[in-house]
């Protein structure tokens, strides 16, 4: 059974600070990852993508990738209230059938003004 | 641009009768899935489609679930009969293309309630 393990939280941070949220995937094979961010009665919003080992930025977010120990992470910079929500960690995953998206359960970020 | 539209947002109904979903994927995308998000499970494939054929249904949970994309901007999961452990949301997705790199949007989900 292929496998996307988060820590489920909460994770809380004061506002301003930095908040990581981290992923660790069991299929070596896998090679795009998501990040998706879905606030309290609301569906998953996709935030970042990266394909890549190393680091991608977008504004406040950095998504960080390393294949080698099959794990991925999301940095939020001057983390904001409007932030707190659960953050789901996605990652393609090849079968039979073709090749789906395995989601992690997601970790909850609470941050405090 | 529309995203994918799902229909009813909310359902609340009794075990053992006939529960149907539906979704409109986004104009274009040729894949649809079907989720189910519960708060021990998290996020479950379902079933997904492409070009409107079934691909992968290993995800449906029983015989009482049946999805169906007559067409490239419609499809629906049935639920038939109805079980209180059927509670979940569900979520509709459309992709444009499968694998890598290709991000999945998610409809706004149907909440559902069997008393």
């Known amino acids: 059974q292929k496998e996307v393990e988060q820590n489920s939280g909460p994770l809380s941070v004061p506002e301003g600070a930095i908040a990581s949220l981290n992923c660790t995937y069991s299929?070596?094979?896998?090679?795009?990852f998501f990040w998706y961010r879905q606030y309290s009665g609301k569906s998953p919003e996709l935030i970042m993508s990266?394909?890549?080992?190393g680091d991608k930025e977008d504004g406040r977010f950095t998504a960080q990738l390393n294949k080698a120990s099959q794990y991925v992470s999301l940095l939020i910079r001057d983390s904001q209230p409007s932030d707190s929500a659960t953050y789901l960690c996605?990652?393609?995953?090849?079968?039979?059938?073709?090749?789906?998206?395995?989601f992690g359960k997601g970790t909850t970020l609470s941050v405090s003004s | 641009d529309a995203g994918v539209i799902q229909s009813p947002r909310h359902e609340v109904t009794e075990m053992g009768q006939e529960v149907t979903l539906r979704c409109k994927p986004i104009?274009?995308?040729?894949?649809l899935f079907w989720y189910r998000q519960t708060m021990m499970r998290g996020l479950e494939l379902l079933i997904y489609?492409?070009?409107?054929?079934?691909?992968?249904d290993s995800g449906m949970p029983e015989d009482r679930f049946s999805a169906k994309m007559p067409n490239a901007s419609f499809s629906t999961l049935k639920i038939q009969p109805s079980e209180p452990r059927d509670s979940a949301v569900y979520f509709c997705?459309?992709?444009?293309?499968?694998?890598?790199?290709?991000?999945?949007?998610f409809g706004d989900g149907t909440r559902l309630s069997i008393l």
């Open positions: 996605a990652v393609t995953s090849a079968n039979q059938a073709g090749t789906a998206l395995i």
């Open positions: 104009s274009g995308h040729d894949y």
């Open positions: 990266i394909y890549s080992n």
């Open positions: 489609f492409n070009n409107n054929v079934p691909i992968d």
């Open positions: 299929d070596r094979g896998s090679q795009s």
């Open positions: 997705a459309s992709s444009l293309a499968m694998g890598v790199h290709q991000p999945q949007h």
